[in-house]
């Protein structure tokens, strides 16, 4: 039996994490975050005393393969360590970007992302979930939205958090990450050819959700 995959790819901020979470939870479909294993990759990393830069990468691509990574109740663990929100930082995402440019990284990391793709069905968030690690997809979603949008959103969530944060530094910090992950050679951020491109800028979560589940009650 074919285990469906429905991928949902764009750039940082976006709104692919919480509108994949809710697909996933409406079809009762398992969740794969794929983000937060190149976050936990570098959160490791660093905490092994290794730099995040291509003379490390043979070390980190073996930490990357025997991650001691567990996603429980919401909540991610590195062995016992809850890293839920140590993983959630500016600073960690763009570790994470830069972690995720070392190929063997990626490599490191195949295996683990197919071993989510378990019936009934999963929703795979990323940046290359319909090009390369599941590219039978029988649908795949490019989300974006403008730059400003995702700034904002950004914005208004860290300060609900009750952090603090300038809306034009996360602009710039976002833009350097979709920069650096549009440009590297493995797996660039990019729409796979068949996927179907769904602005987010004005959509409510709401919107975008329902969105999504039509596409895939069509392809039923
Ligand atoms: O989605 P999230 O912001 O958590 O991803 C953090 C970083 O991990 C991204 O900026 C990107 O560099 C990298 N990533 C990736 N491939 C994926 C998911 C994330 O390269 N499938």
């Keep these: 039996q074919r285990i469906p995959v ?5 750039p940082t901020a976006s709104g692919k994490g919480t509108v994949a979470a809710e697909v996933a939870k409406r079809l009762g479909y398992h969740f794969l975050d794929s983000g937060a294993m190149y976050r936990i990759t570098a959160y490791a ?12 990468e043979t070390a980190i691509a073996q930490l990357a393969k025997s991650l001691p990574v567990r996603f429980d109740g919401g909540r991610v663990y590195l062995g016992n360590e809850d890293v839920t929100d ?27 992302q197919h071993g989510f793709q378990r019936l009934p069905g999963l929703v795979a968030d990323g940046r290359d979930m319909g090009t390369v690690i599941f590219p039978d ?20 969530q860290l300060i609900s958090k009750g952090f603090q944060a300038n809306i034009n530094d996360l602009r710039a910090d976002l833009e350097a990450r979709d920069a650096r992950d549009s440009s590297r ?10 996927a179907l491109v769904l602005d987010n800028s004005t959509l409510t979560i709401e919107q975008a959700v329902n969105q999504v589940m039509n596409w895939w009650l069509e392809r039923q």
Excluded: W
């Excluded at 429905?6 to 764009?10: T, V």
């Excluded at 050679?185 to 068949?194: G, R, W």
């Design 185 to 194: 050679s493995v797996a660039p951020l990019k729409p796979a050819q068949d």
């Design 86 to 112: 140590a993983i959630r930082t500016e600073e960690a995402g763009m570790n994470a970007s830069r972690v995720s440019a070392l190929p063997s990284v990626r490599t490191a990391l195949v295996d683990l």
């Design 45 to 56: 990393s660093l905490q092994a005393g290794l730099v995040i830069d291509a003379s490390h």
């Design 137 to 156: 997809a029988p649908l795949k979603v490019f989300l974006t939205a403008s730059a400003a949008c995702r700034a904002e959103r950004r914005y208004k």
């Design 6 to 10: 429905i991928c949902i790819d764009g």
